[in-house]
């Protein structure tokens, strides 16, 4: 898939596979190749009225620069007169979130999977100084064989410094975020610990039905564990480490790949058929 100029005539563009606040995401096949890919168009139109031309080519450079099996790789991407096309590797599984929604919880062997399939990517993109900073189920896909890829790179800022801009969705925000004090990559540490809880209950643990409380038991860190269902001790020691206030204390996401939970459940393919999951 290397290649100095692609166009759309390259590809054989199959069925519509869902759409975006910018654009629309199509199956398609690489004439040459026969390569499978999904093709994200945008259109610029829709990126002049929003002035989003900036952003999406920072998020276009940070996508191209990763290469890890849990990152969805950005083959390439072109643009004509009307529109920008992002050439994509294509999860066949679709959002982990559907999924998540669908079963209600996952098995603490799925739980741990993704949980060390997302440490290994996150500590893959910081040590290339890229800060996600939105991950959240739906920004996770899940390729053929079961397999969670990190998507949508939209708000993701790469840099040494501090950042101290409020975005994300309000259940996945770190106390720092909320309380709009410099923060760094230790927000994704966080955020880790939130999908924990929400893989293993099935909803995130700071959910309330106001907005306001929500933010309110993020910066108190108040955290239940309900009594059913069952979730092993060394599962919320995991949770426990992750959601902490102070973001330099929180467990460093090369411990969480050696913590008992991770080392006792997680499968090392990093792969889940639909029969594992729940
Ligand atoms: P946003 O515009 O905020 O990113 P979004 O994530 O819903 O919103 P897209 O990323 O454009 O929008 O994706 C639209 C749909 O296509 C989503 O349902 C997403 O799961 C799916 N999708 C996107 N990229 C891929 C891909 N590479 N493989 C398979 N499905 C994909
Ligand atoms: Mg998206």
């Known amino acids: 898939m290397e290649r100095p100029q692609w166009s759309?005539?390259?590809?054989?563009i199959g069925k519509f596979i869902g759409e975006g606040k910018f654009g629309k995401v199509y199956l398609a096949?690489?004439?040459q190749s026969?390569?499978?890919?999904?093709?994200?168009?945008?259109?610029?139109?829709?990126?002049?009225?929003?002035?989003?031309?900036?952003?999406?080519?920072?998020?276009?450079?940070?996508?191209?620069?990763?290469?890890h099996p849990n990152v969805l790789r950005l083959f390439a991407w072109f643009h004509d007169a009307d529109r920008v096309v992002l050439v994509l590797e294509y999860a066949a599984r679709g959002e982990l979130y559907k999924l998540l929604?669908?079963?209600?919880?996952?098995?603490?062997r799925t739980a741990a999977t993704y949980a060390a399939s997302l440490a290994g990517a996150l500590a893959y993109c910081h040590k290339k100084q890229v800060i996600h900073?939105?991950?959240?189920?739906?920004?996770?896909?899940?390729?053929?064989?079961?397999?969670?890829?990190?998507?949508?790179?939209?708000?993701?800022?790469?840099?040494?410094?501090?950042?101290?801009?409020?975005?994300?969705?309000?259940?996945?925000l770190a106390p720092e975020m909320?309380?709009?004090?410099?923060?760094?990559?230790?927000?994704?540490?966080?955020?880790?610990?939130?999908?924990?809880?929400?893989?293993l209950y099935g909803s995130p643990p700071f959910e309330a039905a106001e907005q306001n409380d929500t933010l309110m038991r993020i910066v108190k860190v108040d955290l239940m564990f309900p009594l059913t269902p069952y979730v092993s001790a060394d599962a919320k020691d995991l949770i426990c480490k992750l959601l902490v206030k102070d973001s330099s204390?929180?467990?460093?996401?090369?411990?969480?790949?050696?913590?008992?939970w991770i080392i006792k459940n997680a499968d090392p393919s990093g792969s889940i058929s639909p029969s594992e999951r729940s």
């Open 101 to 108: 929604r669908s079963i209600g919880r996952f098995s603490e």
């Open 133 to 172: 900073r939105d991950i959240k189920p739906e920004n996770l896909l899940l390729d053929i064989e079961g397999r969670l890829k990190i998507a949508d790179f939209g708000w993701a800022v790469q840099s040494n410094a501090k950042r101290h801009t409020l975005c994300g969705t309000i259940d996945y």
């Open 29 to 31: 096949r690489e004439k």
């Open 8 to 12: 759309l005539s390259d590809f054989e």
């Open 178 to 199: 909320v309380e709009k004090k410099a923060h760094g990559y230790a927000v994704d540490n966080w955020t880790l610990g939130i999908l924990c809880y929400e893989f």
């Open 34 to 67: 026969g390569y499978v890919v999904a093709l994200k168009v945008i259109f610029k139109k829709k990126l002049e009225k929003y002035r989003f031309h900036s952003h999406l080519r920072r998020e276009i450079e940070i996508q191209r620069g990763l290469d």
């Open 249 to 260: 204390k929180r467990i460093s996401l090369d411990d969480i790949l050696k913590h008992p």
